[in-house]
C-alpha cells in the first residue's frame, strides 16, 4: 500500500527566526502590520507499507536521523493513504 | 603526519588547507567523501564550503556520507579531527561537539576579519596559543550562530575554544564560534584559520592551528 506523507518542520518555541523576521519587517515595507510571523518547512513524499503505524514509525526515524536537528527544530508527520 | 583532508560536492578552501598543512609541516591528501576506511591518516581536517548545496541544513548531507564513519572512528582511536566553517556545522550535525551553527541573526551572509579570543589551549590545534589570546582570523558564513542546550556543560568541560572579541557578528550564544567534544580532540570553529596562514594574506595568526595539529 502507498501513503502520501508531508513533514512540517519549525523551530522550536522561543528560537530566533532570522527569515520570518526578515519577512515581517518586509511586510512592514508594504505597510502590512503583522505579528508572530514564523516559518515551517515542508517536505512531501509517498512511501510503499504496511500500515499507517509502521510508515509514521520509518518517517518518524528519517526526522531523527536527517530531515530535522532535534536541537532546534520540531516536526509534524502527516500520512494518508495515497490518492490513485 | 599524514592528514586528510575530507571533501564533499560543494567543499572550498580544500587547496588553501592543503597549503596551510604543508606550511605547518603536514603531509596532506585529499579524501572523497565515499572513503570509509581513513587509517592511513593520522589527523583529519573538513575545510568549508556548501557541501550538498547547504540544502535541508547546513552540513545535514554530509552528516550521513560513509567518509563520517571513517572519522568516527579516528575519534575513537584518538586521532584530533578539525571542523572548519562547513566542517565546523558538519561535525555539529553529526552530533560529535554539541549545539548547532544556525542562520546568522542578520540573515546575511558574513564575510570579514574578526577577532577572536582562545578560550581554551588544551586542544591540539589551539595547544600553541596562550589561553585568553586575541588572534585576528575572517569569516565567511550565512549560517554561523552557535546555539546550545548545555552551555553550562560546556563551560564546566571547557568545551568553548574560540569567542568572538569586542563584536559578535553573527549573534552567536555568548559569541562563541568554535566548540570541542569532551576530550578536545574534534574541534567544529567558524572562522577559517587556513585564510590566515601567512602574513601575504594578512595575518598568520590561524597557521598555529595547524602547526599544534602536527605538533
Redesign the interface.
Known sequence: MKYDTEVKISLKKGMLNPEAATIQRALALLDYQVENTSTVDVIKFSIEGQDTGLVRKEVDEMCQRLLCNPVIHDYQIKISPKEE | MKVGIIRFPGSNCDRDVFHALELAGAEPDYVWWSKRDLSDFEAVVIPGGFSYGDY??AG??AA?TPVINGIKDCVEEGKPVLGICNGAQILA?VGLVP??F??????KFICKWTELKVNSSRTPFTSMYKKNEIIRMPIAHAEG?Y???DLNQLRENDQIVLSFESENPN?SMEAITGVCDEEGLVCAIMPHPERASETILGSDDGLKFFKGMVK
Open positions: 535541508l541544513r545535514a548531507i550521513i550535525e549545539g548547532v544556525t542562520e546568522n541573526q542578520n540573515a550562530r546555539y546550545t542546550e549573534g
